[in-house]
């Protein structure tokens, strides 16, 4: 008889109320999380998208820097807007110098 009173005692409500607490605030922790990483998940994926595009912008300029610093664009806008020429012979034999005050 004292065997069943002691098994019956293991499992009084205090007991089951408790367990029930601990699995409540287990479950609100691992809700927590979950709700933490869907957010930080679309963080990730807005941070990436703007990596990309920043990215492909600066694909985009270096392309454009390639085209301006060309042999021939540099040589026609020296011609225009400085007078300059360019000829093998000259390069050789006397070389130009500009001063920057002289051109402002």
Avoid: H, P, W
Avoid at 1 to 17: A, D, P, Y
Avoid at 53 to 62: A, Y
Avoid at 84 to 97: F, L, W
Wanted: glycine residues 2%; without cysteine.
């Amino acid at each position: 008889m004292k065997n069943n009173k002691e098994n019956t005692k293991r499992f009084s409500i205090f007991n089951v109320l408790i367990a029930l607490i601990v699995i409540a605030v287990i479950t609100g922790f691992f809700i927590n999380n979950i709700i933490n990483i869907n957010r930080l998940s679309a963080s990730n994926n807005e941070l990436r998208k703007n990596l990309s595009d920043l990215t492909n912008s600066n694909d985009e300029m270096k392309t454009e820097i390639e085209k301006l610093i060309t042999f021939d664009k540099i040589n026609s806008l020296a011609g225009e807007k400085l007078k300059m020429k360019y000829s093998d012979s000259s390069v050789e034999k006397e070389a130009i110098i500009i001063k920057k005050s002289e051109l402002q």
